[in-house]
């Protein structure tokens, strides 16, 4: 059992600390003008909104959308708990599927749907897939450029895409549900929220998280050929599934039900499957990553379990809180993000799909864990 009582003399870290800084989030101009944009564009749409069917509409619909959510986002974060994304990612990758993808798609599908010669299946099934799964799928790219150390495998793939396709499909249903409500009444309403917000709220994420598998296989690849063509094909995989969705709906019940059942159910299966096995895989290499930096030197050997298990990050974390106060667990919750990323670094950097900087972000990682290190009060080893 753990003692009582710590073997060192904590006591809650006070104000004014040098704790103060390490743990303050320093926002880059990228992330103040990602933040601004999406903010922007955020209430621009849901101005347009309100405007379009009256405030009380739009939150009816509004909140209609929203309880088809709560169980996506629920297993998405469920999924990304041994490599947890921070927090301002998870929401800009909202965000974008929420308003750039959506912004994205307003205006170019009309231009699209505008050519000559075009007919309404070709733009339902056939344009509209790839515009749309061209604007979630963006945010992949984005981050690849501009903040490759975020996107470690075929994982971080699954729940960034899916957390795009999550923000797309809240605003597209709050539109399909305003129009229904305000052209045909509250029963077709009701019929719908059956087939979007009950049977099919995964169906976006389920589309775009098959360009995620893409990207993650291609940043994890040594081979050019992975590296080069995962990323599309992924991305072909997005569109056909939802090219064969929209298509179902010119067939009747019957074919968009026979759709449902042998495609998007199956899909569905296979993408979690995956997803599962790719979490174990992760937290696996973790476990052996951080052995091999403690045998390297690099880190506290008696805080791998510290970090390596999920249930024992959050008892650390308690047990932080109790000695030190919040400002401790704070610190120890640092300390361990710091560790897990210098963990996957490192993996990464033994499996040769390391980022080119890879020699100066571990540097960077040391210096910070070492600098978190006295603070992060750690329950003692246990007692047998």
Avoid at 37 to 54: A, D, F, H, K
Avoid at 154 to 170: Q, S
Wanted: net charge positive; with cysteine; proline share 7%.
């Amino acid at each position: 059992m753990i003692p009582p009582t710590a073997p060192r003399a904590y006591s809650s870290v006070p104000a004014g600390d040098p704790i103060d800084a390490l743990l303050r989030r320093r926002n880059s101009p990228l992330a103040w003008a990602t933040m601004i944009t999406l903010g922007v564009g955020g209430l621009v749409i849901s101005l347009l909104v309100v405007l379009w069917g009256g405030p009380v509409a739009a939150l009816v619909c509004a909140l209609l959308a929203a309880v088809s959510f709560p169980l996506v986002l629920a297993v998405c974060f469920w999924l990304d708990r041994y490599e947890p994304e921070p927090g301002r990612y998870r929401l800009a990758a909202l965000g974008w599927g929420a308003v750039v993808a959506v912004l994205l798609s307003v205006l170019s599908e009309p231009l699209v749907f505008a050519v000559p010669g075009t007919t309404e299946f070709v733009d339902v099934a056939v344009s509209a897939p790839l515009i749309e799964e061209a604007a979630k799928g963006s945010l992949l790219a984005v981050l690849v450029i501009f903040r490759r150390a975020q996107v470690h495998g075929v994982l971080d793939g699954i729940v960034y895409a899916a957390l795009a396709g999550v923000g797309f499909a809240f605003v597209e249903d709050i539109v399909y549900y305003l129009g229904t409500l305000t052209e045909a009444g509250a029963g077709s309403l009701g019929v719908l929220f059956l087939l979007r917000g009950v049977m099919g709220p995964f169906a976006h994420p389920l589309f775009t998280a098959a360009t995620g598998i893409g990207v993650g296989l291609a940043v994890t690849s040594r081979r050019p050929v992975v590296r080069w063509l995962a990323p599309p094909g992924g991305f072909v995989v997005a569109v056909v599934l939802h090219g064969l969705w929209n298509g179902s709906t010119f067939g009747g019940a019957e074919d968009y039900f026979t759709t449902y059942l042998a495609v998007m159910l199956p899909m569905l299966a296979v993408i979690l499957i995956l997803a599962v096995w790719a979490r174990s895989r992760e937290g696996r290499m973790l476990t052996g990553a951080l052995q091999q930096l403690a045998g390297y030197g690099l880190i506290r050997p008696d805080a791998i379990r510290w970090v390596a298990r999920l249930s024992d990050r959050m008892s650390a974390r308690g047990y932080a809180r109790i000695h030190g106060g919040r400002r401790a667990a704070r610190a120890v919750r640092a300390y361990q993000q710091t560790m897990i990323e210098m963990a996957f670094l490192h993996a990464h950097a033994a499996g040769g799909t390391a980022p080119a900087d890879v020699n100066d972000r571990m540097m960077a990682l040391r210096q910070r864990s070492e600098a978190l290190a006295p603070y992060a009060i750690l329950p003692p080893p246990v007692l047998r």
